[in-house]
């Protein structure tokens, strides 16, 4: 499974790859001692010619060329080692740390002295500076051995969603008297995939919380055709089948699920992954990194609930599950490979299970805001506003939108298709427009006010108010 995801990330940050192996080149340089070796000898070089003084000519050519074989040295001083980096977890949440571990062996028969190593990545990952390397032994014929391999490890702590590729490995040296240092790359970049925080919300994924203090009501089933899918407290007789494991954990005592109409009842989040109207690349803005959070957080919490979830995005779909079932030769979608969006032909991308969970995180790490696609007289959802979202989602389920700038097009479509949404709950940010959110709640959408500082939480908690009170 890692060598398959290994893949797989490799596949989506092509450009990011290139651009690391681009930093990453060998440098050569004089250190503190041999610039001023150098700088001297240049200083009396000068004096000795002008003064035509022969012994300080000497001298002056004594102390330029030693600087230079320094360098010399560093640079054609034979070096071979095998450098392999692990992640553990191989995947991690924005704000977590990820451990990186560095094996480093040596390749050539005589040993390595006095190396320096650090390590690289891209903007956005902050790795430790240069440090010195344990001494490695000659390499043996055919077999590693403690002596020849050296093992480094370090934390890292990114702060942001996505992929980021670390690596390769700066390896460097001075000459015998500190004159001159070289430093080369080894190794190639390995991807660590940064997933959105997925905050653990109240209740469970059939309940909305009021957020009222001890007014804490569940009000009605997310789905009319789930009836009965409620986690309740285990009572005697009840058959173990029926235990929901993920509410067992929130809890802290053992929950069953009562009957069930329908083994896997549905759930539809739509994501609003378009650039905003201001025309600036706001793929790295506050709000929307909220979004994707307020989103996973949502769409996990309904996962572990038992829902089937289908993700809607409002721009070019992104989103399909970088996990996928052995023999699933599905691979990642390429936004701009004449996809349109959810609300205008593409299909959603379905997650269920636990492997949903894992995939659609996943997903949700390499998700960016897109230009929308503009739409022409010819098409028939701009011929007949509200038909292609009726014809493509189907049937009535909750529906929770995450809506950071959406324009009057998709407040439209989102507005002909509120009957197919039931509860039908809206995460506005305060970046919509106050037009598109009155339009949203005359419709009968419940917007839950959001900002770039509103936790998560709170958000939720937010959606189980009347709608009344949100207006």
Request: hydrophobic share 40%.
């Amino acid at each position: 499974m890692q060598a398959q995801l290994d893949v797989t990330q490799m596949s989506m940050t092509r450009i990011d790859l290139s651009r690391a192996r681009g930093r990453a080149r060998r440098r050569v340089r004089p250190t503190v001692r041999g610039a001023v070796f150098l700088g001297a000898g240049a200083v009396l070089f000068a004096l000795a010619w002008a003064y035509e003084e022969r012994d300080l000519l000497f001298v002056a050519g004594v102390l330029l060329l030693v600087p230079t074989l320094a360098l010399g040295f560093v640079l054609v001083h034979p070096l071979r080692v095998s450098v392999t980096r692990t992640f553990r977890p191989g995947t991690v949440s924005a704000g977590s740390s990820a451990a990186v571990t560095i094996q480093i062996r040596n390749l050539v028969p005589t040993p390595l002295l006095g190396l320096r190593w650090r390590d690289t990545a891209v903007r956005g990952v902050t790795v430790p500076p240069s440090q010195p390397l344990r001494a490695l032994a000659p390499a043996r014929s055919g077999r590693s051995g403690a002596a020849d391999t050296v093992v480094v490890s370090y934390q890292l702590r990114p702060s942001r969603r996505g992929v980021y590729p670390v690596g390769p490995l700066m390896l460097g040296r001075t000459d015998p008297f500190g004159l001159a240092y070289s430093e080369w790359p080894v190794g190639a970049p390995h991807d660590l995939t940064v997933t959105p925080r997925v905050t653990s919300l109240p209740g469970n994924g059939v309940s909305i919380t009021t957020g009222e203090g001890s007014r804490h009501e569940r009000v009605r089933h997310l789905n009319n055709d789930s009836d009965e899918l409620i986690a309740r407290e285990y009572r005697p007789g009840d058959p173990m089948r029926r235990v929901n494991w993920p509410a067992t954990a929130r809890h802290g005592e053992i929950m069953v699920r009562q009957e069930e109409q329908r083994s896997h009842p549905e759930a539809r989040i739509i994501l609003d992954t378009t650039r905003g109207g201001r025309g600036a690349d706001r793929g790295h803005d506050a709000e929307f990194e909220l979004a994707m959070e307020l989103a996973a957080s949502v769409a996990v919490h309904l996962l572990e609930g038992g829902f089937r979830l289908d993700v809607v995005e409002l721009g070019p779909c992104q989103l399909i599950p970088v996990r996928p079932l052995a023999g699933d030769p599905r691979v990642p979608h390429d936004p701009d490979d004449g996809r349109r969006g959810g609300l205008r032909g593409d299909d959603p991308a379905s997650f269920t299970g636990p492997e949903g969970v894992l995939g659609l995180v996943d997903a949700l790490a390499i998700v960016v805001q897109r230009d929308r696609v503009a739409r022409t007289a010819n098409d028939d959802d701009a011929l007949h506003p509200g038909r292609r979202p009726a014809a493509a989602l189907g049937r009535q389920v909750p529906s929770f939108a995450v809506l950071v700038d959406v324009g009057p097009a998709d407040t439209r479509d989102l507005v002909a298709m509120r009957g197919l949404c039931q509860p039908a709950v809206a995460f506005v940010f305060d970046t919509m427009s106050a037009d598109s959110i009155e339009r949203l709640i005359e419709a009968g959408w419940q917007c839950v006010p959001v900002d770039a500082a509103t936790p998560v939480a709170a958000a939720w908690a937010q959606a189980g108010q009347d709608k009344a009170a949100t207006r």
